[in-house]
């Protein structure tokens, strides 16, 4: 099979020949020792090199205007507003935390204007990595869901808990107007050509539990959310969450969205790689569970194929699963524990 169709087959609950790697490449130091190359933005030729190098299967390039991923060079420390009109400073890569936002009040809301879909550059990462990719990776577009637009980026947690009883009308018309951008996005991206499925960004948990309750969540936020991951699968496309934390009080409601895929299924978070695989068989793809914050930082290259092997022997019965860390490849990983994983998902995740 082709990377592509690894992925995609296994996405979508088939058996294909091994089972397929995909992850977030957030290292430049993996960049500066594979590739020599340092960069100072995403870069998505570069990123396409770097995934195929490492034998991986996708690569994740978000739709620009993906909040917290700079779209132009900042110096560290530096502040800095992107079109949405939140305020940054540097201070990671690629994706930044927000320090100020836009919307405070239903006032602010009113004087605001959403950029547009249609901006010339919206695509212009996507484009450059469909164009560099010729040995067939699957390509994951890349978007943010609602709630974390609205309690990370439009709004703060802060001012959005107390608008949930303030101004309820409010939190449904900002979830609405961003739906609606990112289904628009969305259809250009298809239009385009070269992408092979979507990938919701959505966090909804801490490590101990929700980060609102599951009555608020079902209220406000999944309604919308399933509107977008209905819409994005009316465009042909399958759709992946990716949705940190410990999240079990509302994993029923996130699976009838309609979802193919769940990532990461992060095991410091206590997500059960084996009761998610047996609880949605037949209609979810989990992805990940290879502990990216303890055995793939302090631990030794033996212990992280062991821990891969414990995540094939678990999920990769029957196929529909997908090896990943629970969350991404980052700097604070030793180049050797990198190797180890990829080499363990390639020799243990052969299919019979």
Request: charged share 20%; proline share 5%.
């Amino acid at each position: 099979m082709t990377r592509r169709e690894r992925f995609i087959t296994a996405l979508t609950g088939g058996t294909p020949d091994r089972v397929p790697i995909g992850d977030y490449l957030f290292s430049r130091k993996l960049l500066k020792r594979e590739l020599n190359h340092v960069p100072h933005l995403y870069e998505a030729d570069v990123q396409v090199q770097l995934a195929t190098k490492l034998g991986l299967d996708c690569l994740w390039i978000p739709i620009n205007g993906f909040c917290g991923t700079e779209e132009e060079v900042h110096a560290e420390g530096e502040h800095y507003q992107d079109e949405w009109g939140v305020t940054y400073v540097k201070n990671g890569w690629p994706i930044m935390a927000q320090i100020d936002v836009p919307i405070k009040s239903r006032a602010d809301w009113k004087r605001y204007t959403m950029p547009s879909p249609n901006a010339a550059d919206r695509l212009r990462m996507l484009a450059t990595g469909t164009n560099a990719n010729t040995d067939n990776l699957a390509i994951l577009a890349g978007v943010l869901g609602p709630f974390t637009m609205l309690y990370w980026y439009l709004m703060d947690l802060e001012t959005l808990s107390l608008t949930l009883y303030d101004d309820p009308a409010l939190v449904h018309e900002m979830t609405g107007a961003f739906v609606q951008w990112a289904l628009a996005s969305a259809a250009r991206a298809v239009d385009q050509g070269g992408v092979d499925a979507f990938s919701i960004s959505d966090d909804w948990g801490g490590t101990r539990a929700l980060l609102m309750s599951p009555a608020h969540l079902r209220e406000f936020f999944i309604p919308p959310f399933q509107k977008l991951v209905q819409g994005l699968k009316r465009l042909g496309k399958p759709v992946i969450m990716h949705n940190d934390g410990q999240i079990w009080d509302v994993l029923d409601d996130l699976v009838d969205t309609g979802i193919n895929g769940f990532h990461p299924v992060e095991r410091a978070a206590g997500m059960d790689l084996a009761k998610v695989k047996q609880r949605y068989a037949g209609r979810l793809c989990p992805i990940g569970n290879v502990d990216n914050k303890k055995t793939m930082t302090n631990s030794t290259p033996a212990e992280v194929e062991a821990e891969v092997k414990e995540c094939l022997a678990i999920a990769k019965a029957g196929g529909g699963y997908i090896l990943s860390t629970d969350h991404s490849i980052h700097d604070g990983m030793p180049y050797e524990n990198v190797m180890a994983y990829l080499a363990a998902g390639r020799k243990y995740g052969d299919y019979p």
